[in-house]
Nanobody, 124 residues
Framework: QVQLVESGGGVVQPGGSLRLSCAASGFTFSAYAMTWYRQAPGKSREWVATITAPNSYRNYAEHVKGRFTISRDNAKNTLYLQMNNLKPEDTAVYYC?????????????????WGQGTQVTVSS
């Protein structure tokens, strides 16, 4: 069965960095687009970034562009999110998701499996 397991969250000061990982299993990882979303308390789930399958094309939400980098290692079946210059408004639970095809999008409905999430807290 499809499994996605996030790790790497924690507490960091503003301006700090974290790298999130998402270990995937139960499907051909290299064939699917992958994404990161986040959800802050009292808010709906918000798209962060997507990486496609065939050529690892990356797309980012405006509020993280230039600070976050999504990447994938198909040999390790792992998705990453490098987060730099973190801000308090980045505080949220971060989820990785599997696309329904190789290309994905920013639409939540284009993703069919999710991990359990990892908490990121940016605070001084």
């Amino acid at each position: 069965q499809v499994q996605l397991v996030e790790s790497g969250g924690g507490v960091v000061q503003p301006g700090g960095s974290l790298r999130l990982s998402c270990a995937a299993s139960g499907f051909t990882f290299s064939a699917y687009a992958m994404t990161w979303y986040r959800q802050a308390p009292g808010k709906s789930r918000e798209w962060v970034a997507t990486i496609t399958a065939p050529n690892s094309y990356r797309n980012y939400a405006e509020h993280v562009k230039g600070r976050f980098t999504i990447s994938r290692d198909n040999a390790k079946n792992t998705l990453y999110l490098q987060m730099n210059n973190l801000k308090p408004e980045d505080t949220a639970v971060y989820y990785c998701g599997r696309g329904q095809n190789a290309y994905g999008s920013s639409r939540l409905s284009n993703y069919d499996y999710w991990g359990q999430g990892t908490q990121v807290t940016v605070s001084s």
